[in-house]
């Protein structure tokens, strides 16, 4: 049974709530671990025993997880492996309720807080906060920590292990510590020997799934590491492009019908050179090749093959089947080059680790000794993360202690799925009680930044409440807005901003995507601008010791500097929020897009906001602002965009409005939507 169906399983099946949790209390002992349910335990065994005999079923609607999809299991390879998509939710949603979220739990009374805070002692020689020590202390047996930016999430972790060995409740070899990446598990792995003098195992998932394919009956299995499995797709879409004219003209069908009527004729010609000198060829050639392993790395990592693409596209592919069908046919012959280069060495790829890790988890081939398991950024889970230690658990119950921020959850793209921080309770709780705690005290930055970000991303009312604050009641202006018409404009209120900045300043600037980094390079004429496209490291000539660096939005999360320049401000395609539409296909394989208008372009615009300790600068396109502009300027600061004047907003899609001139009568002027072609709106100028 493939993940995302057993996700769905796991869901569907579930008992109903246990009672509330109770005030946590102080312990000083070992906690009584609670077993899985009877319910669960003979659903987990029924499921191995039926698994060749299982047929597709409309999964159950009574899951948390209705709200954000209607999923469907569908059979999809001989072994009778099954999918679950997370497609037709507008057909279940007017029937669905939204339930009710996780309450924070109190904070524990001072006097428990002050002997929790004696067991704990110092962690980075800082006494941890009240609400730290209150989630620490009163963690239950499912604990979701929600940590704003800048509050401490690792902190808060090293401390709960601190406070794990000093109780007495657990050894360092009961401990798993999980995060996303090798920095941050590496980084969690140092901080936590600096604290509490142990060795605790801090790890990616990715490296758990090896340990444990490794450890069981398939130990000798090779890495088949990323760049060289792209390599093979590559090169397989590469020679099938050149030598097989079907082929051909099916791929330049799928980069864009232009192309397909420029080079048409030629391109059923056997001897057809490709057009490498085109542009715009290999603009689409390249977001092709890109696209498919994207989609090809989704569908190991969901345990889904082409038969199992094909049967999910004809239930759930809509207006865009015929799209899906022709992108399947070019993606068939690769996907057979990808899975025969690891087959044929028998390796283990790394979307297929998880997969394989939690095979040998149900098999019994691998035991697991862990009482505890933190996760830490618990917001970019996906489901087969969530499967693996799903599998984890029943073979072995353990404590789960999550911190993440579902205002920072920007890694759909990855597989990340939202609902598994949003809907906790739900999904957990046939393990036990389930709490939740915030932890809200921020001194990364400050109070004007912390509430003019927190009411931009909570206009999502899908996402938990939380109010940050810093304990500075210093009155600050840590937001402005530097507007320009043209490049060049806004480059030079760059500069300017620049040398108005502490020689020995942290800076950061901002993009969407990497092109964004363009406006520092065609407008540095005059070589003010030392730039380094590769690193992203810019060198101000006029005050060289200032840090100066450009990465995108994504790339930037967990970091800070002094100030932070959003050069990205603007609308379009690879405006913020970004409009360039997904892949359909691609759309199948991943958590469902929410209600909300670019919700996850919202998030990433939040982190792009929070990364700032002193003064963040929005460089604003005023011929063309992002709609985001728009709002924050109408409902939230609009008292840092004096002198950036707005042009008037489309109210049709949210896009700017350019003057334009009447060709006939010069008189009556008229303003259009620069979202053409997709909105034509129109207004008379005044």
Known sequence: ???????????????????????????????????????????????????????????????????????????????????????????????????????????????????????????????????????????????????????????????????????????????????????????????????????????????????????????????????????????????????????????????????????????????????????????????????????????????????????????????????????????????????????????????????DAISCVNNGSYRHPYKYVLIDEYQDMSRPRYELIRALRL???????????????????????????????????AWGPTRMFQITTTRRFRQSLIDASGAFVMRDANLYVKHLHNPSDKKDYSLKALGGHTEEERFNVIVEQLRKLPKTASVLLLGRYRSDINLMIRCNQDGLFSIDQSTGNIRFLEKPDMDIRFMTAHASKGLQRDFVFLLCCSGGLKGFPSTIPEEPLLGLLLPEVERCPHAEERRLFYVAMTRCKKKLFFIVDQTRPSRFMYELHSKICPNIFRGVKLPPQCPNCGEALSLRHNRNDPNRSFYGCTGFPNCRYTQQAK
């Open 1 to 355: 049974m493939g993940l995302l169906s057993k996700f769905m399983n796991a869901l569907g099946g579930e008992p109903p709530v246990s009672k509330p949790a109770t005030q946590p209390v102080l312990r000083t002992a070992q906690q009584n671990v609670p077993k899985p349910t009877q319910q669960q335990t003979t659903q987990h065994k029924s499921t191995a025993q039926s698994r060749q005999a299982q047929q597709p079923t409309q999964p159950s609607q009574s899951s948390q997880l209705a709200r954000s999809s209607y999923r469907a299991q569908t059979q999809t390879t001989a072994r009778n492996t099954s999918v679950t998509t997370n497609r037709s939710r507008a057909q279940s949603h007017a029937n669905s309720q939204p339930a009710q979220k996780l309450m924070p739990q109190p904070m524990l009374p001072a006097e428990q807080i002050e002997r929790a805070r004696n067991i704990i002692g110092k962690i980075e020689k800082h006494e941890l906060s009240d609400e730290q020590i209150s989630a620490i202390a009163g963690a239950g047996h499912n604990t979701l920590v929600l940590a704003g930016a800048g509050t401490g999430k690792t902190t808060t972790i090293v401390g709960y292990i601190a406070w794990l060995l000093n109780t007495g409740t657990a050894t360092p070899e009961e401990i798993l510590v999980l995060s996303f990446t090798k920095a941050s598990a590496d980084e969690m792995s140092s901080r936590i020997t600096q604290s509490t003098g142990k060795v605790i195992r801090a790890c990616t998932f990715h490296s758990l799934g090896l340990e444990i394919c490794r450890s069981s009956t398939i130990a000798n299995r090779p890495i088949i590491d990323g760049h060289t499995s792209n390599n093979v797709v590559r090169n397989a879409f590469e020679y099938l492009l050149e030598h097989n004219v079907p082929y051909r003209l099916l791929a330049f069908k799928l980069m864009s019908q232009q192309l397909l009527d420029k080079y048409s004729a030629a391109a059923r010609l056997e001897n057809f050179q490709l057009p490498t000198d085109d542009y715009a060829f290999n603009q689409y050639r390249q977001n092709l090749i890109d696209t498919t392993q994207t989609i090809i790395q989704h569908m190991r990592s969901n345990n889904i093959d082409t038969t199992g693409m094909q049967a999910l596209n004809e239930r759930y592919g809509g207006k865009n089947i015929g799209r899906n069908r022709e992108m399947l046919q070019l993606i068939e012959p690769l996907y057979r080059a990808y899975i025969q280069n690891f087959a044929t060495n028998n390796g283990i790829d790394f979307p297929g680790m998880i997969v």
């Open 395 to 429: 073979q072995h119950d353990f404590s789960l202690f999550c911190v993440g921020d579902d205002w920072q959850s920007i890694y759909r793209f990855a597989g990340s799925d939202l609902h598994l921080i949003l809907d906790f309770d739900r999904i957990w709780r």
